[in-house]
């Protein structure tokens, strides 16, 4: 049997909505306090989003749908077979408005975040040394606070930015939730695996439905 | 208190650490029954060697700088790399040269530092039967520690160098499998690519890339392990992390716990490095995968033998039996209890526990049973 992590939280309903759509499974599974559950004879692990690919790199998940934000983050060796098209946000640096000429013109600032790699990649790209405070949650707070001068994070619709009297700056980056697979599940269980994509891509009344992306 | 522990390292518990003998055992006689000769490597690799054959791999090396000569070494990344510049450096080679090794590899891989191996290469022939003989091998090897279901996932390293030409987004997409990028360039042949089949029909669209010789060695190789009855598929788009390969790459997967144990492949071009040219092939067990799916059995030692005599009867028994080949340990603790004593040697795999008191000996089977007999009487029983 197959083994598919899922990501609670906001990627979880997309991700059922769609394995309904494409008949993956024929009952809707729910988010709640059970973490394995079973549907169309596919197993399912219900996990954290960041740690959807500790799962599967371990190979204890076959497939898992994994945020390419997270993907970035961790850079786990595993195969990140496609797009699905889902749970659509961008990576941007943000700040206070009144900080953005300052966020162009300084050669060394400080940057709150979620995604410590993802944040050293990207001003390591720039050439702007950077000082990275690693945050578990509630990013927006720390330009507030003064605890750094922006933030790197995810942004879904601009709301939570918005209310704190924060701008987005700079777009780092688009993320959409991706299937990824375990490199050797996916060459010992390659017929259940493309049984698996040939299902999620098959076509349907809105054409094919696979959508490019970054 | 302060731990003494490294985060990379790996500390092997004695049941482990004594299954690591046991396959070092079995690894002796399979490959030495194929003709293979033991090689001891080197624990380092000059570095500037170590940036040519690994390329962007080369920063995962342990590096040192050695502050007389200035030259900065590595500690060995593979043992292939290894190998073949030990073999480069000595006299009277006679090829082919059939090796094979054991011990481990270093690198700053982030689940690890240090990894354990055993594999063998084939070096100065370069007819796929050389391929054939290392899968061979190394397949009889597993089979050898009692692991059935064994399939080879067969690849070839010139065929995604070749479809990829050297485009950068069209490797990383193959690398990562990425197949919505990768259906952008091949179109429907991605399908050939994402296959992974028994199969030989998925070789026949290789001609359209001018890949034929790279499908005659992968028929060729199939059709040798169908002869003698090894498991194996075609898996065409693998990209390995090794750039020094060139012809057929493999790897071997045990099916129950679906990890692959070994794995290794064709690379005729590393010996020019080292300023020789020869066509090479070979490949390498996982030994901590092996570690994580074998029973550790601890084979059980003979006698721990408890000394009551002035004369040190017991020493000299002990003496005696280790002659006759068996296992004795001896009891050094003096303030221990009998009792104490025996719990002791049975929790440590002594089978039998000998209590020797001036001519008699008392032989324990469990803590609490036991049998008394005269010295020469126990001894006349041991063949």
Redesign the interface.
Known sequence: MIKVALPKGRLFEETVDLLLKRGIIEKRIEEGRKLILEEGGITFFLVKPSDVPVYVES?VSDLGVCGYDVYLEKKPSV?????LGIGFCRIAVAGKPESEEKYFSSTHISVATKYPNIAYEFFKKKGVKADIYYLNGSVELAPLVGLSDFILDLVQTGRTLKENGLIVIEEVGKSTAWLI?NK???????GQI?EF?SRLVQHNKDGLQ?Q??S | MKTSLISGERFYSLEESNLVKEIFKKAVKIFEAFGYDYINLSHFEPYEFQELTFGEGSKEAITFKDSYTKESFGLRLDFTTQVVRTISHLRNVKLPERVYYFGKVFSLDRRGFEKLQTGVELIGEKSILADFEVIQVLTEFLKSLGLKDL?V?LSHAGIVRKVADEREELLRAFS?????ALK?VLGNDIKFF????KNPEVLNFLEKYDLEKEKEELLELGKLLEEFGIDY?Y?LGEVRNFPYYTGVIF?I?E?KS???LAGGGRYDNLSKIYGKEYPATGGAVYLERLLDILPKNVEKKDYFVIDKTKKRLGLKLADVLREKGKKVGMEIVKERGLEHSLIYAFDKGFKEVLLVEDEIVKVYTTPKDYVVMKIREFLDLIE
């Open positions: 190979g195969y990140r077979l496609m797009d697979a050797d599940s996916f060459r010992i269980k390659n493309m994509l696979v490019g992306s | 399939k996932i990562e499998r990425n197949l919505e952008e994402v296959e992974v089949s598929a898996d790897e997967y099916l679906g990890k692959a």
